[in-house]
């Protein structure tokens, strides 16, 4: 008899995965993973329906060399392993059916993404459209042509995401302190909190990334380290901390995570998600001490996503990886009292590498 595998969607580390393991429906008896009886899973046939989603998720967040290996570097099985994809594969390394497992997504009967549509480099494919509408918001001098692309690039952006209602939590930084009195009478440092973490008095608040003059955001980050570097915090600094959770589920315009699962056909379709990337970009471009000129691309952004009544938009941040927030509305988050942090920013790590322009990066 041929080897079969089962494996249930918990063992999977990928939330749209399990999502389809489980709108699939089919039930296993075993997981042969982590022992689990009777929950929805995957064996070696109904595996193949979710390879197109592999697929197109691999071609979305990583270069083509980490695709197809042609320039000596890494192919498609070789980076679902290293980058633990979907599935925790050096947690699994040591189990019987882990090479059932992990060969059965290289093995392709259906036509693949990479053959479909391969007439030339994918990752070189350019909707001319989107990059005319990007180019208008962030080059354009005529105010009325680059407020009618923002507009333009929300309503396409809105198509590609996932329409999230969620709870969120995260962090604010504020660098410095202040004072509170010690015992016997000495004065202490401690973190600001209440209204002195959260958004700063009207008076006082510059143009910001999201926000024009005036008008208080409430930035978070998802984790500490984050948001200390998202305020520019340097070597010897004190920071304080605050720790702030959405009252209720708040509407997201979430450019962290699009809608992989509909753009999953071929290549020409994937590229379109090239959108939320550069979107995601202009957000998350490190830019000194900004001036008010250039954060005006990404506040004529945020204007269309709150006319769409989101309560707010997340992006990646460029020093970590991680999710940044921008609520529009403070109100709709609480500060967790007792939960604030005073900081010291001990060492600031620096890594060079040579720079060289990729060709492939159109936008
Ligand atoms: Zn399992």
Redesign the pocket.
């Known amino acids: 008899m041929e080897e079969e595998f089962n494996?249930?969607y918990?063992?999977s580390n990928n939330e749209a995965v399990q999502e389809e393991i489980i709108k699939m429906g089919q039930k296993i008896e075993h997981?042969d993973?982590?022992d689990?009886k009777n929950l929805f899973g995957l064996n070696q046939d109904t595996i193949d329906d979710i390879k197109p989603y592999l697929e197109a998720y691999v071609a979305y967040y990583y270069p083509q060399a980490d695709w197809d290996g042609r320039y000596g570097t890494r192919n498609y099985l070789d980076t679902i392993y290293q980058e633990e994809l979907f599935f925790s594969w050096k947690k699994i390394e040591q189990n019987d059916k882990y090479e059932l497992l992990y060969y059965s997504i290289e093995n392709n009967d259906f036509k693949t993404l990479i053959l479909d549509d391969h007439w030339a480099s994918p990752w070189a494919l350019v909707n001319e459209e989107q990059h005319k509408l990007l180019n208008s918001l962030t080059s354009e001098d005529n105010f009325k042509n680059k407020l009618q692309a923002a507009t333009e690039l929300v309503n396409k952006a809105e198509l590609m995401l996932k329409n999230k209602t969620v709870k969120i939590s995260g962090y604010r930084s504020r660098i410095g302190c202040k004072e509170a009195l010690g015992e016997y009478g000495r004065a202490v440092n401690v973190p600001y909190d209440k209204k002195d973490i959260g958004v700063a008095p009207k008076h006082a608040i510059n143009s910001g990334r999201a926000n024009r003059a005036f008008c208080g955001f409430l930035y978070l980050a998802e984790d500490i380290n984050t948001s200390v570097l998202e305020v520019r915090a340097q070597k010897g600094d004190l920071v304080s901390i605050g720790e702030f959770h959405s009252k209720s589920p708040l509407r997201i315009f979430d450019l962290t995570d699009p809608n992989i699962w509909n753009f999953k056909q071929n290549y020409t379709t994937i590229k379109e998600l090239q959108l939320i990337s550069a979107i995601n970009s202009l957000f998350s471009k490190p830019i000194g001490n900004g001036t008010n000129s250039i954060y005006l691309d990404t506040q004529l952004i945020v204007e269309e996503i709150i006319r769409k009544n989101y309560d707010g938009v997340c992006f990646r941040s460029s020093f970590t990886g991680k999710r940044n927030y921008t609520l529009f509305n403070s109100d709709l988050m609480d500060e967790q009292s007792g939960k604030g942090k005073l900081l010291k920013v001990d060492k600031m790590e620096l890594t060079l590498t040579e720079y060289k322009d990729d060709i492939y990066d159109l936008f």
């Open positions: 494996i249930c918990k063992c997981c993973f982590c689990n």
